[in-house]
């Protein structure tokens, strides 16, 4: 009887969890399509508080009269449906972009993972960047998921030779889904170019990757899979999770080597369920 109670509650749970993927994925696509129109804002508080991130900054540059910079056309282009990717051009300006890495420059520190027996930070080879998290953003313009779902945003810096190996967002274990749930998505905005390598890989992407207009352009590393070249000011969505609430091992990236120049970047993780910094 117990065991039948257990079984109805885990159903139960998952058919939650399975309606509010579905929702987010419908979400998701109407914020394609508000991107693609052109018809994009963002909430304006009412406090005096100093900028300590990229909401805030918007809102008093916007009072002060300095604007945001010249911003191009905005729009969306679908990169992949396993896993379900998107690149947003033009997410950011350029002023933007010098905001958030001059705001996480002073705090830089060699990048860490994740232990999954322990939940606590350790070094690894496969993550050789540095960053700086610089707290959490006071909007959820990126998917439509409450803001209490995402984690700090962090920035992150590679230097020629740096890279961060394939790797999935969501976990594997218990311990590391008790505070929010599963990792379901992560948006990553590229804040500088790169002049070369530094790609977002995913190699284990389904369909032709060959086929992205920019593949000539791609380092050797980022011709082993589904890659995107760094761009200034553009933003890339992909989900870990799919809308049946299953893991996505299609959803497997990286970070490839730096050749030449430099790789300036943020990162936000989005959880299941409100994460508790």
Same mark, same amino acid.
């Given at each position: ?9 885990? *159903? ?7 309606? /509010? ?63 379900? *990717? ?47 998290? /610089? ?11 409450? /803001?209490? =779902? ?34 379901? *998505? ?40 589904? *890659? ?24 497997? =990236? ?16 989005? =959880? ?6």
């Amino acid at each position: 009887m117990l065991k039948l109670r257990h079984s109805r509650l885990q *159903a139960k749970k998952l058919s939650t969890v399975t309606l /509010v993927l579905s929702m987010l994925f419908m979400l998701t696509v109407v914020l394609l399509m508000l991107l693609g129109l052109g018809i994009f804002s963002l909430p304006i508080n009412s406090d005096d508080s100093p900028p300590t991130d990229l909401t805030s900054y918007r809102r008093m540059a916007s009072e002060r009269g300095k604007g945001l910079g010249k911003r191009g056309q905005q729009w969306t282009e679908i990169l992949s449906w396993e896993p379900r *990717a998107f690149i947003y051009h033009n997410f950011l300006s350029k002023e933007e972009c010098d905001y958030l890495i001059n705001l996480a420059k002073p705090h830089m520190a060699k990048s860490t993972v994740v232990d999954s027996k322990t939940g606590k930070s350790k070094d690894s080879r496969v993550r050789t960047s540095s960053d700086s998290s /610089v707290g959490r953003t006071k909007s959820g313009v990126f998917t439509f998921i409450p /803001v209490e =779902h995402g984690e700090g945003l962090q920035v992150l810096y590679y230097e020629a030779g740096q890279k961060y190996d394939a790797h999935f967002d969501y976990f594997l274990d218990e311990f590391n889904t008790k505070n929010g749930g599963q990792r379901m *998505a992560t948006v990553l905005m590229y804040l500088s170019d790169v002049e070369e390598g530094g790609e977002t890989i995913f190699p284990a992407a389904k369909g032709n990757v060959s086929a992205v207009p920019w593949w000539n352009e791609l380092s050797d590393c980022g011709k082993q899979g589904l *890659a995107v070249k760094p761009k200034m000011v553009d933003a890339l969505l992909f989900w870990s999770m799919r809308p049946d609430a299953t893991l996505d091992p299609s959803s497997l =990236h990286g970070g490839c080597p730096v050749i030449s120049g430099n790789k300036w970047s943020s990162k936000k993780w989005i =959880h299941v369920e409100e994460y508790k910094v």
